[in-house]
């Protein structure tokens, strides 16, 4: 019963709100007023119900659109100046609220490396938002928070182990909150410094600097405890550091945030970054985020001569000939990072000796154990990443390419390991990824044959072993497809808009990432296209790889897998895969065309696999104007008897003569267009756009019936 109080209590108070707007012909001014308080006094009684019923999905549903409202209505641009000082309140409010409930109550988690984020990661941006509509009193609570929590830490070997977790799982949480407040969270693209933290940040009275300042205060504390921390918590502190670096630091283009930073206290953030890798070498969160640390810290100009006179890089050094292992591509991040810190005279010195490390030594590869050939293809893949977009590639790029041959020569052997296929895929990605972007010349011809050979060599894995196919090895199975489908996408967009080589180096490439992709298509069957997001990277593949080497896509020998695939994504749920099956189908009629052909067999196979698309009632009426012209090119392309066949052939999926005739209509339009020209073309196309829509919507009627 206690689920459904939240939501009830919501519309209690949304109509209780209406009623009184309506009753007292208020302003919206006033409104907005009203309705803010109201959800303020929501929000913090769900908060509230989140402490005696912790992750109750009913209370989290509810309070998400308690904060989403409340957020919406302190972003209005419409509200006037001293509206929005009520409303900012009533949204600081919850934010204290959420800090003084969730911080003095039992939280939920019992293991120090795995805190229960459920709650946390539903709202923590919303808090975040919040937040920022008085930036300075929010500073001033998050620090507060963080001192008092400090204090409770510092008491820690007096603590029972249940009181330091739930300490530190409150420090954690405040730390996310802080993430959220610094700047949003958008995977893969630059993030702007939100417009309420403008102006100086290494000003004193800036609410983000007197964060760091606390935040550095509390690393500084937390590194000689680092033994018996939570990952947990030592991840969210990287990742705020990591957030700040990212939004603040870097992309101040006068580099004098950089230098600024790493002079007041940067070089001991390095320190625990490199420190808490060694500590927790295998926690992948405290990885990721420390990680990210050091390959933002080295894209400030100025901070790469701070740091080399600091010592750290002679520790990120030792580190990785020491001989500890790391958490995957770990070892490799950290050599990247040395890479771009040591001057050429280091280099030149120890550079040899730190990346022998990453050779597997011998050449038989019976003689390899599995385990280091997993290592050394993670790490070489975590060297490119560290590495990407960076000149540095340029120094050390001989001895990787021999690294990376070696280690690839011997992994193949070694691909009835599915890990390993696995990991040397990602390699190759990595690879190209890096290499793509800085090299040119006849590094880049060595580039495109690493693709060509290790896509043939992992596909005809994929395709001979019958052990890929059972159920045991699908999460495996899912795992290599999804970073095939990437590398087939890189690829193609390199080479369609990037690449400057000459066409005779890039045509072997192109005809193999097309046999490659029949292979790769051929491995899907219902089951793994159920799965949307790999059914998604698939069609992505499909459609780049088409665009990218159309010629060898219409002349490969099968296309019979890729005239299947294209009938799959015009059948499909999704307008965006029925999409992708029109836009291929257009390319490659364009391909045709432009060539000059005229009656070529793969005109009437295509036409036959749109009709029959049609017939069957599945394609979007927002398509209708794409399909009219790819209707009219086919058509016109074909004789009057070929398209009087393949329409024959369509109509055998349904007998219906109510759909033939719709269909038969549709047909004359298409015709119509077919035989006009200049001005008559473009009207044409119009009456044919309607046309299809309005025979899609009657073929689905009499569908239904």
Same mark, same amino acid.
């Given at each position: 019963?206690?689920?459904?109080?939240?939501?009830?209590?919501?519309?209690?108070?949304?109509?209780?709100?209406?009623?009184?707007?309506?009753?007292?012909?208020?302003?919206?001014?006033?409104?907005?007023?009203?309705?803010?308080?109201?959800?303020?006094?929501?929000?913090?009684?769900?908060?509230?119900?989140?402490?005696?019923?912790?992750?109750?999905?009913?209370?989290?549903?509810?309070?998400?659109?308690?904060?989403?409202?409340?957020?919406?209505?302190?972003?209005?641009?419409?509200?006037?100046?001293?509206?929005?000082?009520?409303?900012?309140?009533?949204?600081?409010?919850?934010?204290?609220?959420?800090?003084?409930?969730?911080?003095?109550?039992?939280?939920?988690?019992?293991?120090?490396?795995?805190?229960?984020?459920?709650?946390?990661?539903?709202?923590?941006?919303?808090?975040?938002?919040?937040?920022?509509?008085?930036?300075?009193?929010?500073?001033?609570?998050?620090?507060?928070?963080?001192?008092?929590?400090?204090?409770?830490?510092?008491?820690?070997?007096?603590?029972?182990?249940?009181?330091?977790?739930?300490?530190?799982?409150?420090?954690?949480?405040?730390?996310?909150?802080?993430?959220?407040?610094?700047?949003?969270?958008?995977?893969?693209?630059?993030?702007?410094?939100?417009?309420?933290?403008?102006?100086?940040?290494?000003?004193?009275?800036?609410?983000?600097?007197?964060?760091?300042?606390?935040?550095?205060?509390?690393?500084?504390?937390? #590194?000689?405890?680092? %033994? /018996?921390? +939570?990952?947990?918590? =030592? *991840?969210? $502190?990287?990742?705020?550091?990591? !957030?700040? &670096? @990212?939004?603040?630091?870097?992309?101040?283009?006068?580099?004098?945030?950089?230098?600024?930073?790493?002079?007041?206290?940067?070089?001991?953030?390095?320190?625990?970054?490199?420190?808490?890798?060694?500590?927790?070498?295998?926690?992948?969160?405290?990885?990721?985020?420390?990680?990210? #640390?050091?390959?933002? %810290? /080295?894209? +400030?100009?100025?901070? =790469? *001569?701070? $740091?080399?006179?600091?010592?750290? !890089?002679? &520790? @990120?050094?030792?580190?990785?000939?020491?001989?500890?292992?790391?958490?995957?591509?770990?070892?490799?991040?950290?050599?990247?990072?040395?890479?771009?810190?040591?001057?050429?005279?280091?280099?030149?010195?120890?550079?040899?000796?730190?990346?022998?490390?990453?050779?597997?030594?011998?050449?038989?590869?019976? %003689? /390899?154990?599995?385990?280091?050939?997993?290592?050394?293809?993670?790490?070489?893949?975590?060297?490119?990443?560290?590495?990407?977009?960076?000149?540095?590639?340029?120094?050390?790029?001989?001895?990787?390419?021999?690294?990376?041959?070696?280690?690839?020569?011997?992994?193949?052997?070694?691909?009835?390991?599915?890990?390993?296929?696995?990991?040397?895929?990602?390699?190759?990605?990595?690879?190209?990824?890096?290499?793509?972007? /800085?090299?040119?010349?006849?590094?880049?011809?060595?580039?495109?044959?690493?693709?060509?050979?290790?896509?043939?060599?992992?596909?005809?894995?994929?395709?001979?072993?019958?052990?890929?196919?059972?159920?045991?090895?699908?999460?495996?199975?899912?795992?290599?497809?999804?970073?095939?489908?990437?590398?087939?996408?890189?690829?193609?967009?390199?080479?369609?808009?990037?690449?400057?080589?000459?066409?005779?180096?890039?045509?072997?490439?192109?005809?193999?990432?097309?046999?490659?992709?029949?292979?790769?298509?051929?491995?899907?069957?219902?089951?793994?296209?159920?799965?949307?997001?790999?059914?998604?990277?698939?069609?992505?593949?499909?459609?780049?790889?088409?665009?990218?080497?159309?010629?060898?896509?219409?002349?490969?020998?099968?296309?019979?897998?890729?005239?299947?695939?294209?009938?799959?994504?015009?059948?499909?749920?999704?307008?965006?895969?029925?999409?992708?099956?029109?836009?291929?189908?257009?390319?490659?009629?364009?391909?045709?065309?432009?060539?000059?052909?005229?009656?070529?067999?793969?005109?009437?196979?295509?036409?036959?696999?749109?009709?029959?698309?049609?017939?069957?009632?599945?394609?979007?009426?927002?398509?209708?104007?794409?399909?009219?012209?790819?209707?009219?090119?086919?058509?016109?392309?074909?004789?009057?008897?070929?398209?009087?066949?393949?329409?024959?052939?369509?109509?055998?999926?349904?007998?219906?003569?109510?759909?033939?005739?719709?269909?038969?209509?549709?047909?004359?339009?298409?015709?119509?267009?077919?035989?006009?020209?200049?001005?008559?073309?473009?009207?044409?196309?119009?009456?044919?756009?309607?046309?299809?829509?309005?025979?899609?919507?009657?073929?689905?009627?009499?569908?239904?019936?």
């Amino acid at each position: 019963m206690m689920r459904h109080v939240p939501v009830c209590l919501l519309l209690f108070l949304a109509f209780g709100a209406l009623w009184k707007i309506w009753r007292m012909s208020l302003s919206f001014m006033t409104c907005y007023v009203l309705v803010s308080q109201s959800l303020s006094f929501f929000a913090k009684t769900l908060i509230e119900f989140d402490s005696n019923f912790p992750d109750d999905a009913g209370i989290m549903a509810a309070l998400d659109e308690a904060l989403s409202c409340l957020f919406k209505i302190s972003t209005m641009p419409s509200c006037q100046d001293a509206t929005r000082g009520v409303i900012s309140a009533a949204g600081m409010e919850v934010f204290n609220a959420f800090l003084s409930i969730k911080l003095s109550c039992t939280l939920s988690s019992a293991e120090a490396e795995h805190f229960s984020d459920t709650f946390t990661m539903s709202h923590v941006s919303l808090l975040g938002h919040l937040g920022r509509s008085d930036p300075g009193q929010a500073a001033a609570a998050l620090c507060l928070a963080l001192e008092t929590l400090q204090r409770r830490d510092a008491d820690v070997e007096h603590q029972s182990a249940v009181e330091r977790i739930q300490v530190q799982e409150g420090l954690w949480l405040v730390l996310k909150v802080i993430n959220a407040f610094l700047a949003d969270s958008c995977e893969g693209e630059k993030v702007s410094i939100p417009s309420c933290f403008a102006g100086n940040f290494m000003s004193e009275s800036h609410p983000v600097l007197k964060l760091i300042s606390t935040l550095m205060t509390f690393m500084q504390k937390l #590194v000689p405890k680092l %033994s /018996v921390a +939570s990952p947990a918590l =030592v *991840s969210a $502190l990287l990742e705020v550091f990591g !957030t700040f &670096m @990212a939004v603040y630091v870097v992309t101040d283009e006068s580099d004098g945030g950089g230098s600024y930073f790493f002079a007041h206290g940067g070089i001991a953030l390095i320190s625990c970054v490199l420190n808490s890798l060694r500590v927790f070498s295998f926690d992948e969160d405290v990885a990721l985020a420390g990680c990210r #640390v050091l390959e933002i %810290s /080295v894209k +400030s100009k100025g901070v =790469v *001569s701070i $740091l080399q006179a600091s010592g750290l !890089t002679e &520790m @990120a050094g030792d580190m990785v000939t020491c001989g500890q292992m790391f958490y995957e591509d770990v070892r490799g991040r950290i050599v990247g990072f040395w890479i771009c810190c040591v001057s050429a005279a280091t280099f030149s010195e120890r550079g040899l000796s730190v990346l022998e490390t990453f050779d597997i030594g011998v050449s038989e590869f019976t %003689s /390899v154990d599995v385990n280091i050939c997993l290592e050394r293809c993670s790490s070489l893949a975590g060297l490119f990443v560290s590495l990407q977009e960076s000149e540095r590639l340029r120094v050390c790029f001989r001895s990787v390419m021999r690294l990376c041959d070696h280690v690839l020569s011997v992994s193949v052997c070694r691909f009835y390991e599915k890990e390993i296929t696995i990991r040397a895929t990602e390699l190759i990605l990595r690879l190209f990824l890096t290499c793509s972007v /800085v090299l040119d010349g006849e590094e880049t011809v060595w580039m495109i044959d690493k693709v060509r050979t290790t896509l043939d060599a992992v596909l005809k894995t994929l395709a001979e072993d019958p052990t890929w196919s059972t159920e045991g090895t699908e999460e495996e199975k899912h795992r290599l497809l999804k970073l095939l489908s990437r590398l087939f996408c890189e690829v193609s967009c390199w080479a369609r808009l990037e690449c400057t080589l000459p066409s005779e180096l890039v045509g072997p490439l192109g005809a193999s990432v097309i046999s490659s992709l029949a292979v790769f298509l051929k491995l899907f069957n219902e089951r793994s296209l159920s799965f949307p997001e790999l059914r998604e990277s698939v069609f992505v593949a499909f459609q780049l790889s088409a665009e990218a080497f159309t010629r060898d896509f219409v002349c490969h020998a099968d296309s019979q897998v890729f005239l299947s695939t294209l009938l799959f994504a015009l059948n499909g749920e999704s307008v965006d895969f029925q999409r992708v099956g029109i836009t291929v189908a257009d390319t490659v009629v364009a391909y045709l065309r432009d060539s000059g052909l005229q009656d070529h067999a793969l005109f009437a196979r295509l036409l036959s696999t749109v009709l029959r698309s049609f017939v069957l009632g599945k394609l979007s009426l927002s398509l209708s104007l794409q399909l009219a012209r790819s209707l009219t090119t086919l058509c016109g392309c074909l004789p009057l008897e070929s398209v009087e066949l393949v329409f024959m052939e369509a109509m055998q999926l349904n007998s219906d003569p109510n759909v033939s005739a719709i269909m038969r209509e549709m047909m004359r339009a298409v015709q119509e267009c077919v035989v006009s020209e200049g001005p008559r073309r473009q009207t044409a196309l119009r009456t044919l756009d309607e046309c299809i829509a309005d025979s899609l919507c009657n073929i689905r009627t009499i569908l239904l019936d």
